[in-house]
């Protein structure tokens, strides 16, 4: 399995990007996708998730309402809708994925067994 994140960039607060992470392998195994990230000095946390059986979603507090996680089935391939950016989300925002039932867990960074390389996200006033 192959994870692969990019989109990111520089934005001004308030504005929006979009991280796709395309996927690749065994992804008919995939029972959730997620995004986690990472800031500079602080333990990586997650932002969302996507249960790929039905599309349910899952989102932490501090981004509820702002970001909105997608798919795409034909091309195995996963969005992150990144909307009023706040300089706290700058960070470096990670893809990952697990072939297990893990919605009890599904905010634990160590449920996950697939991860990509991260793409940077910055926001600046």
């Known amino acids: 399995v192959q994870l692969q994140a990019f989109g990111g960039g520089a934005v001004q607060t308030g504005g929006s990007l979009r991280l796709s992470c395309a996927a690749s392998?065994?992804?008919?195994?995939?029972?959730?996708m997620s995004w986690f990230r990472q800031a500079p000095g602080k333990e990586r946390e997650f932002v969302g998730a996507?249960?790929?059986?039905?599309?349910?979603?899952y989102y932490a507090d501090s981004v509820k309402g702002r970001f909105t996680i997608s798919r795409n089935n034909a091309k195995d391939t996963m969005f992150l809708q990144m909307n009023d950016l706040r300089s706290e989300d700058t960070a470096v925002y990670y893809c990952?994925?697990?072939?297990?039932?893990?919605?009890?867990?599904?905010?634990?960074?160590?449920?996950?067994?697939?991860w990509g390389q991260g793409t940077q996200v910055t926001v600046s006033s």
């Open positions: 990952t994925a697990s072939p297990s039932e893990i919605q009890s867990n599904i905010a634990s960074q160590f449920a996950y067994a697939y």
């Open positions: 392998g065994r992804t008919f195994s995939f029972r959730y």
């Open positions: 996507l249960k790929w059986s039905g599309g349910h979603t």
